[in-house]
């Protein structure tokens, strides 16, 4: 499991090139799969069907994002410094110092024009990032390059750090999710989609195409257990979150309760999550069509948006356990 989501965590996606993540996923989904397919805004939809004999089964829509946030190139000076903007979330207390990697292969450091002030938080637009180049001839990007931070996954015994832990450890519990599962009297489709960082755009169209019944996100959720940290009640390590409510959306009350339930049956540690900023892809399937019963496992995560996401192993095997045992049964709601 950790060596697939340092594998996950290393390669390059920032929202609409998440290709290379979704060749990663494909090889390992593709022999547990009973059909697989990409749509035109490259989500890679995973269906596995219900076992043979399954009465009525519910269509169920699981999604996690294959995107990143990122940077794009804006404009190259004389000198070969390429100036940038943001490609969803990328804020600047985390960006100056980073080591950036460009679709071609380029890397460049991210440096800042002179301030007074060092410990004021310095706009992107006082950014630039440097690549080695001496002049805009020879500097190897391009305006409309795409780039995302450039950091290696690290082990802090049970606490794990990489970027894009945001969504590849959603995207590993998916994976693993449909790993265990044996048999289903459910129709389930994993959903990897593409575009979240930037607005919630992949999942949508992936949702109206599949036209679920219930939907559920797996994502990453914002922790209130550091120093100073805003007031909020989810923490690393004591499972997965079932989400109340983030600015996005309110959860379905009765798949709150079937996780719930699902979670105090199994004796699965679980948290109550209501989310203070941030949003998902259940945001977009849950007013598809004519609406979806929606909501989310989250995975509580440390630093999110920054190249050093911070999660732990043991919330990622629970989240498993927990979708795992919602998904081996028939699901009824009164
Ligand atoms: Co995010
Ligand atoms: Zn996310």
Same mark, same amino acid.
Request: aromatic residues 8%; without cysteine.
């Given at each position: 499991m950790k060596q697939l989501l340092k594998t996950l965590t290393e390669t390059f996606g920032p929202s609409g090139f998440e290709d290379e993540v979704r060749k990663v996923i494909l090889k390992e989904v593709k022999p547990?799969?009973?059909?697989?397919?990409?749509?035109?805004?490259?989500?890679l939809i995973v269906r596995k069907k219900p076992a043979k004999g399954a009465k009525d089964p519910k269509r169920i829509l699981l999604a996690a994002h294959m995107d990143e946030i +990122?940077?794009?190139?804006?404009?190259?000076?004389?000198?070969?410094? $390429? #100036? !940038?903007? &943001?490609? +969803?979330?990328?804020?600047?207390?985390?960006?100056?110092?980073?080591? $950036? #990697? !460009?679709? &071609?292969?380029?890397?460049?450091?991210?440096?800042?024009?002179?301030f007074e002030n060092v410990d004021s938080t310095i706009p992107l637009n006082k950014m630039y990032i440097d690549v080695g180049a001496t002049n805009k001839k020879d500097c190897p990007v391009k305006v409309g390059d795409f780039g995302a931070f450039e950091r290696s996954f690290m082990e802090m015994g049970d606490r794990l750090v990489a970027k894009s832990m945001d969504d590849?450890?959603?995207?590993?519990?998916?994976?693993?999710?449909?790993?265990?599962?044996?048999?289903?009297?459910?129709d389930l489709y994993f959903v990897f989609t593409t575009q979240e960082e930037v607005g919630v755009r992949g999942a949508g169209p992936a949702a109206y195409g599949i036209d679920p019944d219930i939907g559920i996100a797996v994502d990453v959720t914002a922790t209130g257990d550091t120093p100073a940290s805003i007031k909020m009640v989810m923490e690393l390590g004591k499972g997965p979150c079932v989400k109340f409510r983030d600015p996005g959306m309110l959860s379905d009350p009765r798949v709150v309760d079937w996780m719930i339930q699902t979670a105090e049956k199994a004796k699965i540690p679980y948290q109550r999550e209501v989310l203070l900023f941030g949003g998902t892809d259940a945001r977009a399937i849950q007013v598809t069509r004519a609406g979806v019963m929606a909501g989310v496992i989250s995975v509580p995560c440390r630093y999110v948006h920054s190249a050093s996401e911070m999660v732990d192993l043991n919330d990622l095997k629970n989240s498993v356990k927990l979708l795992t045992a919602m998904l081996s049964k028939a699901v009824s709601f009164s």
């Open positions: 547990l799969a009973d059909e697989v397919r990409v749509d035109v805004l490259g989500n +990122g940077v794009i190139a804006s404009h190259i000076d004389k000198r070969g410094f $390429v #100036r !940038f903007t &943001n490609v +969803g979330g990328t804020f600047g207390k985390y960006t100056l110092g980073a080591r $950036v #990697r !460009f679709m &071609n292969g380029v890397t460049g450091i991210v440096g800042y024009d002179r590849r450890s959603g995207v590993l519990v998916l994976i693993e999710t449909l790993r265990s599962i044996k048999s289903t009297p459910n």
